[in-house]
């Protein structure tokens, strides 16, 4: 990372150390908004990171809100950053002036009719109830559409995820005025779930990071027949394959922290990787803590249930690594060994 994305981070680290506590994770998974820390992020700037300023954005680039989703990651942050954040680098792209509020983008069963009336429903809609806009993905005849719709005039069907987390569905049946319909190339269908799959992929760093962090420090904390379990062989191996899978995880995701603009390959080699590290990582870190860290007391399990969660959205692991096979194989002018070896 550079200076000025240190900076981005040690801020970012600093605000989430001190509001996002144990306290409002479970007081967000019971059903309250955490309002004023979504107004303190605001203030500083971090919820239009990424976004042209001419249209209202905070200036920066992609790899920026990568860096600052890592942190957020780091401390499960129960709020809609990483969908606003995404909403605004789309908007940015089509060069449309962002407004106000979180963000929220919503695919689904969505039509668009030559009357210009919008209907349809989507399911598994993250922080839908909590959105001030929605972004939503639309059919209309052979072309997609990108319709700006207030959140105040839809329907929601409150649910959850694995992590407590809003995932509703959304259900529409209204006119959109042309002003907020924006046609999509898919070319810029596939520059969405790029980079809503690098934004997991840095939020998942984060939080394996974090959870090898309570992992260690428990190992060494917790004593069984007079000595730390850290001291035992088998739980030093556990922790070593956790420590492998972070840091394989955090290349990963720094990889894109410092290459613009994103790429297939990158995105999806990260994806995958990280996807595959949060399973073991999670199984390991609930291993070694043993009881106390499926507990909602814990810390750990707000992580975990979010890694659970996030290496499925944007496209889970197998979903990726297939899209990385056939990018190398679609290449026939080059042997698989030699484009391997120009990426590392």
């Not at 249209?55 to 950053?81: I, M, Q, S, T």
């Amino acid at each position: 990372m550079n200076e000025q994305q240190q900076l981005m981070a040690s801020v970012t680290r600093r605000i989430l150390s001190d509001h996002c506590s144990t306290e409002l994770l479970d007081q967000a998974e019971q059903g309250q908004y955490p309002e004023a820390l979504w107004t303190l992020l605001e203030e500083q700037g971090l919820t239009t990171l990424g976004g042209f300023e001419a249209l209202g954005g905070g200036g920066g680039d992609f790899c920026d809100v990568l860096v600052v989703l890592r942190e957020a990651g780091r401390y499960a942050l129960p709020l809609p950053l990483a969908e606003t954040l995404l909403g605004v680098s789309v908007l940015s792209a089509l060069g449309v002036a962002l407004s106000d509020g979180p963000l929220v983008m919503a695919s689904g069963q969505f039509s668009l009719d030559a009357d210009h009336r919008l209907v349809g429903r989507g399911a598994k809609i993250r922080f839908g109830r909590d959105a001030k806009t929605l972004l939503v993905v639309a059919e209309r005849d052979d072309q997609t559409v990108l319709c700006q719709v207030l959140a105040s005039q839809v329907e929601i069907e409150p649910g959850v995820n694995l992590a407590g987390e809003p995932s509703d569905a959304v259900v529409i049946d209204q006119k959109i005025e042309t002003s907020n319909q924006i046609v999509l190339s898919g070319e810029g269908l596939q520059a969405i779930e790029m980079r809503g799959a690098a934004m997991r992929s840095a939020m998942m760093a984060g939080a394996l990071e974090e959870a090898l962090s309570l992992t260690v420090g428990y190992a060494l904390e917790r004593s069984q027949f007079g000595k730390p379990i850290a001291k035992f062989q088998a739980v030093q191996q556990q922790l070593a394959v956790f420590a492998t899978q972070v840091a394989a995880s955090t290349r990963a995701a720094e990889t894109l922290m410092v290459t613009q603009p994103l790429n297939l390959m990158d995105v999806a080699i990260a994806k995958a990787r990280i996807g595959e590290a949060a399973g073991l990582s999670a199984e390991i870190a609930h291993q070694v803590h043993g009881a106390i860290g499926y507990t909602k007391d814990h810390r750990l399990n707000h992580l975990t249930r979010r890694l659970w969660s996030w290496r499925d959205e944007f496209g889970h692991e197998g979903y990726w690594q297939e899209r990385l096979g056939r990018e190398l194989l679609a290449d026939t002018k080059t042997d698989l060994w030699q484009q391997i070896t120009a990426m590392g």
